[in-house]
C-alpha cells in the first residue's frame, strides 16, 4: 500500500511540476512585460492609449511584437547560427529548458522540430501502441515517450528499435488531444498512418 500511495505521488509530481514550471514562465513573462509596457506607453502617442486600457493587453500586444521580431531575426542564417551556439551554452544548461522549447515547437508543427512527434510501436503480438518520438538513437533505435492516459506528456521513456515505429501524420495536438480524452479518435490518427505507409 505505502509503495502504490508513494509510485502515484511521484506520478503526480511528474504531471503537476511542468505544469507549474510553464504556468510561472508565463507569469513572469507577463510580468516582465508589464514592467516594459509602462515605460513604452508614454511614448506612443495618446490616441493610441487611452488611460483606462489595461496594462496587461498593452504587455500582451508587447510580448507578440518581441516574439516576432525575435523570429525575424532567427530567419537571418548567420544570426540563427549565433543564437544557437549562444543557446546551447546558456539555456540549454536550464533543466527543462530544451525540453519545453521542444514541446511548444511540436505544438506549434513548427518545421524542422523533431522532438514529440507521433507514433505507433508494433509489438510482437501485432498491438500499436501510441507514443512519440523524443530522438533518434544511433541509426537504428529511437528514444519514445509511452503516454500515460490522460496526461499525454508523462509517461516511461524507452529506446525501441526503429523497425518497429512507424510516424503517424497528424500533429501534436491532435494525437495528444486524443489521448487525454482515453482514445477518443485515436484509431482515425492510426489509419492516416496505415495509408500514409501504402
Known amino acids: 500500500m505505502l509503495g502504490f500511495l508513494k509510485k502515484a505521488l511521484l ?7 511542468p505544469v507549474v514550471l510553464i504556468y510561472l514562465t508565463i507569469r513572469e513573462l507577463v510580468e516582465l512585460m508589464i ?11 495618446a490616441d493610441w ?15 507578440l511584437l518581441v516574439a516576432m521580431a525575435l523570429g525575424l ?22 533543466p527543462m529548458y530544451r525540453m519545453v522549447k521542444s ?14 512527434q507521433p507514433a505507433s510501436w508494433r509489438h510482437g503480438d501485432g498491438s500499436l501502441e501510441p507514443v512519440f518520438i523524443i530522438e533518434e538513437h544511433g ?22 528499435p526503429r523497425s518497429q515505429v512507424e510516424f503517424v501524420p497528424v ?10 480524452h482515453y482514445g ?4 482515425q490518427a492510426l489509419q492516416k498512418r496505415g495509408s500514409a505507409k501504402g
Open 35 to 45: 514592467g516594459f509596457a509602462t515605460p513604452l506607453a508614454d511614448l506612443i502617442a
Open 49 to 63: 492609449i487611452l488611460e483606462d486600457d489595461p496594462v496587461e493587453l498593452i504587455a500582451l500586444v508587447l510580448i
Open 171 to 180: 500533429t501534436l495536438d491532435e494525437y495528444s488531444l486524443a489521448l487525454t
Open 184 to 187: 477518443l479518435d485515436l484509431s
Open 139 to 160: 541509426e537504428d533505435m529511437f528514444v519514445v515517450l509511452q503516454p500515460w492516459t490522460p496526461t499525454p506528456f508523462a509517461g516511461s521513456i524507452r529506446v525501441v
Open 103 to 116: 514541446l511548444v515547437a511540436a505544438f506549434l508543427d513548427l518545421e524542422g522540430e523533431d522532438s514529440f
Open 73 to 94: 531575426i532567427w530567419s537571418v542564417g548567420p544570426t540563427r547560427r549565433a543564437v544557437e551556439w549562444l543557446e546551447t551554452r546558456t539555456l540549454y544548461q536550464v
Open 11 to 17: 506520478r503526480g509530481l511528474v504531471i503537476l511540476i
